[in-house]
């Protein structure tokens, strides 16, 4: 398993890069979508900042295993963007 440090950015942009959390937030904006892309934090930080970090993914309704985190990013946008994009929400 990939292992991060909490003190060292590169460390976990090495493991999700900053196109993967591009394309991910791009994918995760559509509309309900069924599977969400992002991180699995596995294990927490010790004592000298190191965790373990995958990429992943999950069903939107699924909840993430016991001891481990989650994290999908997803695009922000305005109420006009959102409203511009479905003018018809039901």
């Known amino acids: ?3 991060a ?3 060292d950015r ?6 999700y ?16 979508p069924a599977m969400l892309r992002g991180v699995r934090i596995t294990a927490a930080a010790n004592d000298e900042g190191d965790f373990t970090i995958e990429p992943a993914s999950q069903h939107a309704g699924e909840v993430a295993s016991v001891g481990a985190v989650f994290l ?5 946008v305005t109420a ?8 018809d929400p039901r």
């Open 17 to 32: 890069s900053q196109d993967a959390y591009a394309s991910n937030a791009s994918q995760n904006d559509r509309r309900k």
């Open 80 to 87: 006009e963007e959102n409203a511009a994009a479905d003018p």
């Open 1 to 3: 398993m990939p292992t």
């Open 5 to 7: 440090n909490i003190h």
């Open 72 to 76: 999908a990013p997803f695009h922000r």
């Open 10 to 15: 590169g460390s976990i942009e090495r493991i």
